[in-house]
Structures are given as structure tokens and as C-alpha cells.
């Protein structure tokens, strides 16, 4: 009788604590959320460009002057993390209101040289919406006149250019937005789209029908001069992950106030794409150098996520939150990533309990995958798979020769530990010597860790035999992956940075899968016969 | 439509089979945490305490010669087990059958294993010693018993002629649930564990008779090694047997067990009890237990009720 109220109050306890674990976390992120004003789409993390501009010249003893383009922060980009070294070069750096230019002075120039300019880059989409009907203005400000006159390559006044302008749009009753519609449409469906990058003057590309980027851009300024519209021309780039030497050109063209970008040949009518990078405005070279120089550029482009850090910044300034709790770490020398770590320990424990309990796999220790990927975070996951292996691998090997000597136990795994701690330390110099710079970061590998693993290793060995190491070493592995793409998955980092609560869900989680007394996945094909032949 | 129906109970049908196998999670939670106190566990583990509560409680076993515990007792080894004809060496904390040797008996000064392969006394000095130092055992450390050699019933040396076959039984709050025999092959290398590639053979509680068999994970009906047919036969003593079982069930404070044994000319004889016992053994009987499990539990509800 007392037995069956132990069991109900036990039940009870259960129940009330799985409840607290949700509602209350629940309820302190809705309090963060809708009283504090959280911003929630802060949490995701951005795409993040890094882009490398290389450049190479041959010198034969003569002065060589290199200029280019440097993107600027505006309302659509963001340029940080500039960095760059021009060896022999000397940089002279210029800024007007629209272009900053860039130019590399050396004097007596003998063999080859390279520059190299790196940044990083943030960018929005950018859309606009015409109103329909909106005349085109009869006068602009002055200051709007350059971008209705008629210069070199754009040959606003020429005849050919006019009477193209009044084939396409009709004499009457011409609106901002059906004059745009149909120089877009025309240039996007009747000129054809060319790679190759010489120059195009806009009537060229009339004449050819068919144009690369800055010759349609060209006439597509020619013909919206001719409209009275002011445009201009935009060279850039369009960041895309790996390495290229084409350069873009698109337009912009004034309405309302508004400069609003065109581009024929992707087909981007008032909008361009997030990977756009504006470098200048204007009819300009990208690269102007002295001649016969052998000049190569190219652009090299990585593309990753990032965390939002402005919002992230935001966040500290509510009550509440846990960036006011780094300040304590910080001041006794805990930096913001090892708290970081530590943060997403539980995360890395749930996927290991999930992967035991519910699929089934075996793995050394509860908590060995969460900690390797912890550790692995340092390394990136391949030199962490890398490190575990080689861990697994020599203490197997160690221990079997000291077997043979006959040693106790605590001694034995002292030399196992040791042994790995050379072994690690070698292949960081081995690493160094050969240039292989990630090989090295293994040092990195938390010594408690190997001890951990290296220990596990050698008495399953002994136990179960080599056979049963390798079966669970696989099934390590797998659960090592899972972790590290939850714990170093940005979303996950950036949301339990700004609602630690959530860790309480992780334990409702937890205590949940306590009592979860299904057939593991692992278990359903082991028992397959009695299952499904029974159903059949 | 008809063939989302048709999916839908096959789904169900597969969920309806799927749960009448015990499997790890439930096995743990609901039978040994519940069943087995951890205080209890060392019962189990330990062959020599297990061996002391279970004899004391009338449960037959084999006798115990000697148990050796340090190394200096070994000096007088050759003198100590020439008292003996034949009898088995083994770990008091081994698991899975390793570190057990058989002796059969004497050729001049060695001794004869049951596989015919001859022990010298300085080969039986180092198996003893290796055993006390603990290579065949979870801890530090260990102790090595000497016991009286069980001979095995003709009939079950005529179902399991490569090796002494044992009957697994598992108890639950007392009562058997579901039984196999294990017999060695060749390719278990003589030894009576279904990991190892033991043939498994089901035994049906109430009859003793032997009902499905699987042998490396597939069924079969012949002993893989002699071509003898191992279904339909009847297991001497087996009345014997589960008054065994359910004796030492009842003499230890563990509700959920392995309990393993031998039949011997004379009478069935305990081996050892397991408190964490496989869950192949659904596999060997080619059904699930839990309907088993349950019927034994909602019978004990029934009369705590009343």
C-alpha cells in the first residue's frame, strides 16, 4: 500500500518537474520575446563573403602604377576586415563622394610581384517598386546633369541611339515604369548576352545585337539619357564561392529620388541580389596599370555564415540576458568561445542520448561524442576525426606491447597517456615542418579528453577485443559528426546565447527519453525477424 | 487509396508485433532497475558470494574444491588438484565463458584439457595466476575456483556432444518466462555462448520440449556440426530444472535473472545467475517475451488488490 503511494507520489514528481522544464524556460523566453523586445530574426545567422583580390605584374626595371576600386560601406553593403599587403608597392589611397580608389606606386621594378587586397562583405537584396503611372520628370536638379549627358561609349545624342529609343517606346503617354519595362525587356530579349570582355560602346551594341555586361549596360544609360531619365553605370562583382576574373556591370537609374539598379543581363529589373558588390559608379576601368607589365588579377571568393553581431549586441543592452553574465567571466579570464562551448555541452549530450537510446549505437562513454566535438570545434571536424582516430589507434597499439610486459593497471594507462601526449605534440611539429597548418592545430585537442578516450580504448580492447573497438569506433564517429553539426551550428549557438533558458527544455528532453522504452532503431533489425515475418 | 490502407495496417500489424519484444530500453527501466537493486548486483557478478547464498538456500551446484586468492598460495598447486581427478578451473568474476578450463584428466605428470590438449603444471600456474591478477575480470584483481567437473546427462550430450550445453532460464519476480539451451559448435570453439556462434535451442517452459532453433542468426532444425535433428526432443529432469530455477530465484533479492544450468546424470545443477541477461534469447524462441512479462505482472496486481 505504502509501495503504490511511493510510486504515485514518484510519478507526480515526475510529472510537475517534466512540466517546470518546459513552461518555465517557455515562459521567460515569451517575457524576452514580447516585453523585452527581443529581435528574433537576429538570431540568424548571415551569409558573409570574404573576398581576395590578387594581382601580379612582371617589372623589367621601369616604375609600375596599379589602380583599382575599393567597395564602400553604404545603405545596401558592408566592408570590414580589410586587410592587404602589396609588398614592394606603396598604397595611396583616394576618396571621393561616390568611389574610393586605390593605387599601388613602385619605382624600378625588376620580376614578379604580387598584390593582395582582402575583405569581407555583407549585402542586402535590394527591390523597388515603380508606381505605375508615375510620369518622367521634365527638369532635374543640376546635379543630376551629368547623368543625362551624352559622353564617350554612351552616345546619348546619336541618331541611331534616338530613333532605336522611339522604335521601342511609343510616342504617347510615356510612364517611368512602361518606358523602364520596355528598355529592360528590349535589352534583356533582343540583345543577345555575350562573355567576352572587351569594351562594347552602346552603338556597337546596337549594331551587333549583342553585347557582354558593360556594352549592354552602356546603351541601356544611352537610351534612358535619351528618355530624360538620369541612369549611370555600377561596376562590381558578383561574390560567388571559388575564383574568377570576371567583373560585372549593371546600372542605376534615378526615379523618385531613388537610385534603382537594372541589370540586362541576369535579368534583375529595380532589384539586384544580395551577392552583388558594388567596387564604383561611373564609366570607369576596374584596373588601370602601366602598360606591358604582364598584369593577372583574379578574385577569390569564400562564402560563410555568420552571427548577426550587431543584433547580438543589441541583445546585451536588455535585462535579463546572458551577455550581461559574460562580463563575470570575462573578468577572471573565461573567454566568450569557452563559455560558448560549455553552453552547447548539454545540446551535444541530447544528440548522444538520442543516437544511444533511440537509434541504438554504441559509443565510448555517454558524453565522449559531445566532448570530441567540443574539442573538435578548434580543429574544425576533420582534424578532430583525425585527432580521435589517431588517439584510438595508438593507444590500442601501446597497450597490447605493454600487456606483454605484464604491468598494473594505473601505471599502464599513464604510459598510454603520455605516449599519446608525444604522439600529439610530434604531429604538430611534423605538421609545422610540412607546412600542413591544420594538421598542427591537433595540439588543440584537450589532454582530459585523450585520457578519457585513450583509457576507454585500451580496457575495451582488452575486454571485448579489437574487432569490437572498430565497430564502436565507427559508431563514434557517426555520433561525433551529428554532435558537431548541432554544437557548431550558428543558429543553435546564437539562440541559446540569447535564451540560455532553453538548457531546461534540454533536461524536459532528457527526462522524457528516461522513460522512453521503445525499440531502438538498431533493435528493430535485430529482432526484424520476430517483427515483420510475424506481421506478414 | 486502397494501397495506403492496405501500408496503414501493415503498419500496425508490424507495431502490434513490434511490441511484444522486450527490448533494451524497457528491459532496463521497467525490469531490472525496478527488480534489481544495484546493491544487490555484486551477488551476481561475484561467483564465490552468489555460490554461498545460493547453497545455503538448499540449490545445487557444483562443489567448490578450492578458491585461490593470492599468489603465494600456489606453492603447493601440483600437490593440491593431483587430489583431483578432473574438475574445472575458472574466474570467480569472469563473464561470457572466458578464462574456463576444463580438465578431463591425468597423463603422466600433465594434465589432459577437455579438448584433448595437455597442461603442464607450470601451464595451469600461470592460467591461475593470470586469473588472479584479474585479466579475465572488470576489476583489479580476481580469485580463481577449482570446482568439481559437471558430467553431462547422454542426453544432452547426444544434443550438444562438442561441449557441456547449458539451459538459460529467465526469471521474473520468481517465475520462468522463457528458456533456450545453449550448445557449443566448432565454431564457437567449445563454448556455450550464442555471441560466439553457440547453436541456440528454444525449450518450451511448460514441457520441456525443444521448439525452434538458430544458429549465427538464422533458424535452424540440425545441430550444425552432427546433422542431429535438435527440435521436438524432450530435456531430461526438466520438472527438476525449473524447481531449480525458481529456487534460487527466490533465494537472492534479484526479480529479474538469468539463471543457467546444467543437467547432470545425477539431477539438474546451477551454474550461475545473471542480473543484465541477453535479450537474444526472442531471437532463439522466434516470438517476443513480453506478453509473458505481463501476464506474470497483471497476476501480481490482481492479488495486490485483493
Redesign the interface.
Not at chain 2, 23 to 26: H, L, Q, V
Given at each position: 500500500m505504502s509501495n503504490q503511494r511511493s510510486v504515485k507520489t514518484r510519478r507526480g514528481a515526475y510529472i510537475a518537474l517534466l512540466a517546470s522544464m518546459v513552461s518555465v524556460p517557455m515562459a521567460v523566453a515569451a517575457y524576452k520575446l514580447y516585453v523585452l523586445d527581443y529581435p528574433l530574426a537576429g538570431l540568424i545567422p548571415a551569409p558573409s563573403y570574404t573576398v581576395e583580390v590578387a594581382m601580379q605584374v612582371d617589372g623589367h626595371g621601369e616604375d609600375i602604377r596599379i589602380q583599382t576600386y575599393l567597395p564602400k560601406t553604404d545603405g545596401r553593403q558592408s566592408v570590414d576586415n580589410e586587410e592587404s599587403s602589396s609588398g614592394v608597392f606603396v598604397p595611396n589611397m583616394h576618396s571621393d563622394p561616390l568611389n574610393r580608389e586605390v593605387t599601388w606606386n613602385a619605382e624600378n621594378v625588376v620580376g614578379q610581384h604580387n598584390i593582395r587586397y582582402a575583405y569581407s562583405v555583407r549585402a542586402h537584396h535590394v527591390r523597388f517598386d515603380i508606381p505605375e503611372g508615375m510620369p518622367i520628370p521634365e527638369s532635374y536638379p543640376v546635379a543630376l546633369a551629368p547623368y543625362l549627358a551624352d559622353e564617350p561609349g554612351i552616345h546619348k545624342d546619336d541618331p541611331q541611339i534616338e530613333s532605336a529609343v522611339n522604335r521601342i517606346v511609343p510616342a504617347e503617354n510615356r510612364t517611368m515604369l512602361d518606358v523602364l519595362t520596355r528598355i529592360h525587356r528590349h535589352l534583356q530579349d533582343n540583345i543577345a548576352n555575350r562573355n567576352f570582355s572587351g569594351y562594347t560602346d552602346s552603338l556597337i551594341a546596337l549594331k551587333l545585337g549583342e553585347a557582354s555586361c558593360n556594352g549592354k549596360s552602356r546603351l541601356f544609360v544611352a537610351m534612358a539619357r535619351k528618355l530624360n531619365i538620369p541612369a549611370r553605370l555600377i561596376g562590381g562583382f558578383v561574390m560567388e564561392q571559388g575564383s574568377k576574373r570576371t567583373s560585372h556591370q549593371w546600372v542605376e537609374v534615378y526615379v523618385n529620388g531613388h537610385w534603382v539598379p537594372f541589370d540586362t543581363i541576369n535579368d534583375h529589373f529595380a532589384e539586384i541580389p544580395a551577392n552583388y558588390l558594388t567596387l564604383y559608379y561611373g564609366d570607369q576601368a576596374l584596373f588601370r596599370h602601366t602598360a606591358n607589365v604582364n598584369f593577372q588579377y583574379m578574385f577569390k571568393t569564400t562564402k560563410q555564415l555568420v552571427p548577426q553581431r550587431d543584433a547580438q549586441d543589441a541583445l546585451s543592452q536588455s535585462a535579463l540576458n546572458i551577455t550581461n553574465l559574460y562580463a563575470h567571466f570575462e573578468r577572471v579570464g573565461i573567454s566568450q568561445n569557452l563559455l560558448k562551448i560549455l553552453l552547447m555541452l548539454p545540446l551535444g549530450a541530447l544528440v548522444t542520448v538520442v543516437f544511444r537510446n533511440v537509434v541504438g549505437l554504441e559509443t565510448f562513454g555517454t558524453f565522449l561524442p559531445a566532448l570530441i566535438a567540443a574539442a573538435a570545434r578548434e580543429t574544425g571536424l576533420m582534424w578532430g576525426v583525425v585527432g580521435f582516430l589517431g588517439i584510438v589507434l595508438v593507444s590500442a597499439v601501446i597497450r597490447r606491447g605493454l600487456d606483454w610486459m605484464q604491468l598494473l593497471h594505473s601505471p599502464k594507462m599513464a604510459i598510454v597517456l603520455t605516449t599519446v601526449v608525444i604522439v600529439m605534440m610530434a604531429t604538430t611539429v611534423g605538421g609545422v615542418q610540412l607546412g600542413l597548418f591544420e594538421l598542427a592545430h591537433v595540439t588543440l585537442f584537450p589532454i582530459a579528453i585523450l585520457a578519457i578516450t585513450a583509457e576507454r580504448v585500451a580496457l575495451m580492447e582488452a575486454e571485448q577485443g579489437a574487432l569490437k573497438v572498430a565497430r564502436i569506433t565507427l559508431m563514434t564517429l557517426i555520433v561525433i559528426a551529428a554532435c558537431y553539426a548541432v554544437m557548431d551550428s550558428l543558429f543553435m549557438q546564437s539562440l541559446v546565447l540569447a535564451f540560455p533558458e532553453l538548457l531546461l527544455v534540454v533536461v524536459a528532453l532528457n527526462l522524457w527519453l528516461g522513460k522512453w522504452i521503445g525499440i531502438r532503431v538498431m533493435e528493430f533489425m535485430r529482432f526484424r525477424r520476430l517483427i515483420l515475418e510475424a506481421a506478414k | 487509396m486502397m494501397a495506403l490502407r492496405a501500408w496503414w495496417s501493415?503498419l500496425e500489424?508490424?507495431r502490434?508485433?513490434?511490441g511484444?519484444?522486450l527490448?533494451?530500453?524497457?528491459r532496463n527501466?521497467?525490469y531490472i532497475y525496478t527488480r534489481n537493486q544495484r546493491k544487490h548486483f555484486p551477488l551476481a557478478d561475484d561467483k564465490l558470494l552468489a555460490k554461498e547464498v545460493l547453497i545455503a538456500a538448499g540449490v545445487s551446484m557444483p562443489r567448490t574444491h578450492r578458491v585461490y586468492s593470492y599468489f603465494y598460495e600456489l606453492r603447493d598447486l601440483e600437490a593440491d588438484l593431483g587430489a583431483y581427478e578432473d574438475f574445472v578451473i575458472k574466474p570467480a568474476q569472469g563473464s561470457g565463458g572466458n578464462g574456463i578450463i576444463v580438465i578431463v584428466g591425468r597423463k603422466g605428470d600433465d594434465w589432459v584439457g577437455i579438448s584433448g590438449k595437455i597442461y603442464t603444471a607450470f601451464d595451469l600456474r600461470k592460467h591461475i595466476s593470470d586469473i588472479i591478477?584479474?585479466i579475465y575480470s572488470?576489476d583489479?584483481g580476481d580469485r580463481a575456483i577449482i570446482e568439481s567437473r559437471i558430467l553431462q546427462h547422454a542426453e544432452m550430450t547426444e544434443l550438444s556432444p562438442l561441449g557441456l550445453a547449458d539451459v538459460r532460464i529467465i526469471m521474473c519476480d520468481e517465475k520462468p518466462v522463457m528458456s533456450m539451451t545453449r550448445v557449443p559448435t566448432r565454431q564457437s570453439d567449445g563454448k556455450a555462448n550464442l555471441h560466439q556462434g553457440a547453436l541456440g535451442v528454444a525449450i518450451d517452459i511448460a514441457s520441456g520440449i525443444t521448439t525452434h532453433a538458430q544458429f549465427l542468426g538464422q533458424?535452424i532444425a540440425k545441430h550444425p556440426d552432427t546433422g542431429i535433428a535438435v527440435l521436438g526432443r524432450r530435456l531430461p529432469f526438466w520438472t527438476e530444472v525449473i524447481e531449480l530455477a525458481e529456487r534460487a530465484a527466490q533465494a537472492v533479492p534479484l526479480k529479474y535473472l538469468g539463471v543457467d544450468i546444467s543437467i547432470s546424470p545425477d539431477g539438474p545443477l546451477l551454474l550461475e545467475i545473471n542480473v543484465r541477461p541477453g535479450?537474444e534469447i526472442?531471437?532463439v524462441n522466434?516470438?517476443?517475451m513480453l506478453p509473458v512479462l505481463e501476464a506474470i505482472t497483471a497476476d501480481e496486481e490482481v492479488r495486490?488488490e485483493q
Open positions: - | 501493415r500489424e508490424v502490434k508485433h513490434a511484444k519484444v527490448a533494451m530500453n524497457r527501466l521497467h591478477f584479474g572488470f583489479l533458424p535479450l526472442q531471437n522466434g516470438r517476443g495486490d
